[in-house]
């Protein structure tokens, strides 16, 4: 009987332990998800987009940067982006969108729409990826890329691409398709200034708006921002928890 006494007592204790660690997990995750929603908040730090729905269907959160080649903003966005999508990639579905000639600046769309000519010539992957950043690079670092077709093709045939095929795809029906898709794209968000983030069809995210608050580093702040709407539509129970403590 004795022994029965003790065990019982312990098991007591042992529930008692669970109830409190119980309680101090639950009441450490409301006070964490308060603290982020009252961090960044709808209409300061990002606003809901008034024509909702993704660019692509899938399972993963979708993360779509509008970028133009010519941006000096978007250029320096690059070193904080290229990491935090690698980071987040198993995550999330990144989109990149730039334009032609015909929307935002016909300029920088020059650069968009020679983008989009190396897409319609079948270049993927790395190489895609190669070029893109080569682009910002010898656009805002080195400053020997300027806006002609001219100096374009060239630039592209260290890339293995001719400047016949070039030129060929540049103006071709296929270019002109996928830049049309684009254009549409940026109409559809009402998209204004550069980069802007929109985050699963719903929410926007400006590094520009952010840097009005007087972040030490808004571009840096961009990502967090993109990272905590990214757990609001994950669709996990923190996700939950935190869309719950907004209400």
């Known amino acids: 009987m004795k022994k029965d006494g003790q065990l019982e007592a312990r098991r007591c204790v042992s529930l008692r332990w669970m109830f409190c660690l119980w309680t101090a997990l639950v009441f450490g995750l409301s006070t964490a998800t308060q603290a982020l ?17 993704r660019v692509h269907q899938g399972e993963l959160v979708e993360v779509v940067e509008f970028m133009s080649y010519g941006c000096a903003h978007c250029s320096k966005m690059e070193p904080h982006l290229n990491p935090w999508v690698e980071e987040h990639e198993d995550r999330i579905d990144f989109v990149r969108i730039t334009h032609g000639e015909s929307t935002y600046n016909s300029w920088w769309g020059r650069y968009g729409q020679a983008f989009y000519a190396c897409k319609a010539l079948g270049v993927v992957g790395d190489k895609l990826e190669q070029i893109h950043h080569a682009f910002f690079e010898a656009i805002h670092h080195d400053h020997t890329l300027k806006s002609n077709k001219r100096q374009i093709a060239k630039f592209l045939s260290h890339f ?19 830049v049309e898709d684009a254009d549409q794209l940026w109409r559809r968000f009402s998209i204004r200034k550069t980069p802007t983030f929109i985050v699963n069809g719903k929410y926007e995210v400006n590094p520009g708006d952010l840097s009005k608050l007087d972040y030490d580093d808004p571009k840096a702040e961009t990502l967090k921002v993109i990272e905590y709407l990214v757990q609001l539509e994950s669709g996990t129970e923190s996700a939950q928890a935190l869309t719950a403590s907004m209400r």
Do not use: M, N, W
Not at 38 to 53: A, F, K, L
């Open 37 to 53: 929603a009252e961090i960044y908040t709808e209409g300061t730090h990002y606003t809901r987009v008034s024509d909702p729905g």
């Open 160 to 178: 293995g691409i001719s400047e016949k095929q070039f030129y060929a795809a540049y103006d071709s029906p296929d270019v002109e398709s996928l």
